[in-house]
Nanobody, 126 residues
Framework: QVQLVESGGGSVQSGGSLRLSCAAS????????MGWFRQAPGKEREGVAA????????SYVDSVKGRFTISQDNAKATVNLQMNSLKPEDNATYYC???????????????????WGQGILVTVSS
């Protein structure tokens, strides 16, 4: 059973930074695609970023390019989302997700992921 646990959310002022982490367990090996998604109140869930642990490829939604960075921390066995220059429109519950498609063309935030974390709140005040 794959389990994903997010950490690192919280409140920050506009222009500030936060780093989210996702710890995955239950995979039989370390080959998977990790994604970050978000859902603001009253809005549909949006894919934000994705990372392939096999190819090291990254993919971002346009609204976060240049501000957010997804990466893997091998020492801590986590995939992180560094969020800089945060804006009030980044307010949302952020979810970590994972699946087994690892190619750079498949491991993108617009794909459908199978495994999900419980979500963590990010609040950006203006």
């Amino acid at each position: 059973q794959v389990q994903l646990v997010e950490s690192g959310g919280g409140s920050v002022q506009s222009g500030g930074s936060l780093r989210l982490s996702c710890a995955a367990s239950g995979y039989t090996d370390s080959s998977y695609c990790m994604g970050w998604f978000r859902q603001a109140p009253g809005k549909e869930r949006e894919g934000v970023a994705a990372f392939s642990t096999v190819y090291g490829s990254t993919s971002y939604v346009d609204s976060v390019k240049g501000r957010f960075t997804i990466s893997q921390d091998n020492a801590k066995a986590t995939v992180n989302l560094q969020m800089n220059s945060l804006k009030p429109e980044d307010n949302a519950t952020y979810y970590c997700a994972a699946d087994l498609f690892v190619s750079p063309t498949a491991c993108v935030p617009s794909n459908q992921f199978t495994y999900w974390g419980q979500g963590i709140l990010v609040t950006v005040s203006s």
